[in-house]
């Protein structure tokens, strides 16, 4: 009586189990779906044409700065290279993106140049990068924190 107990007990668990396991199965991510992340920041470029890159959010007035990018596919590790990717500024103004080699290590990046004009109104400007992938968007934005907010401030 009580081994007939614990095997009616073991079934009921295993069944339990398996219709969890079922359950589970049919609310998980498809393996074909893509996990693409979007990373991006900005860079000082203003002095020289093959200057050493320096992270930065302050920009004067009249600078050049970069956008940069790097979509990634998190399940492959790999870089996506045929990405649409445009960095988008709250005023609508858009920058097509480009991919290519950067730094010594030769990094595949997306980037755009923005010559920030002399007459641009300082102060914070929010922007986001967007990556468009097999007809789907994916989209950076820095942290909404003024250090990592994009500041125009004028020329020193």
């Known amino acids: 009586m009580v081994f007939q107990k614990i095997r009616e007990r073991k079934g009921l668990l295993l069944l339990t ?18 996990h693409i992340v979007v990373k991006g ?3 000082n470029s203003h002095t020289v044409e093959d200057a050493v890159c320096v992270v930065n959010s302050r920009f004067e007035q009249g600078w050049r700065m970069l956008f940069r990018a790097a979509v990634i596919d998190e399940t ?13 500024l709250e005023n609508g ?9 950067h730094g010594p290590e030769s990094t595949m990046l997306y980037t755009a140049p923005w010559d920030i004009p002399e007459d641009f109104t300082t102060g914070t400007l929010d922007y986001e990068i967007i990556a468009t992938v097999d007809g789907k968007e ?3 934005e820095p942290f909404d924190v003024e250090p990592s907010k994009l500041t125009i401030v004028e020329p020193q």
């Open 17 to 34: 189990l398996l219709l969890m396991t079922i359950f589970l199965a049919a609310c998980g991510d498809s393996k074909d779906e893509a």
């Open 41 to 43: 920041d900005t860079i």
């Open 76 to 88: 492959t590790g790999e870089t996506i290279e045929d990405a649409k990717v445009k960095a988008v």
């Open 93 to 101: 103004e858009e920058f097509e993106m480009e991919l290519g080699p």
């Open 138 to 140: 994916y989209k950076y």
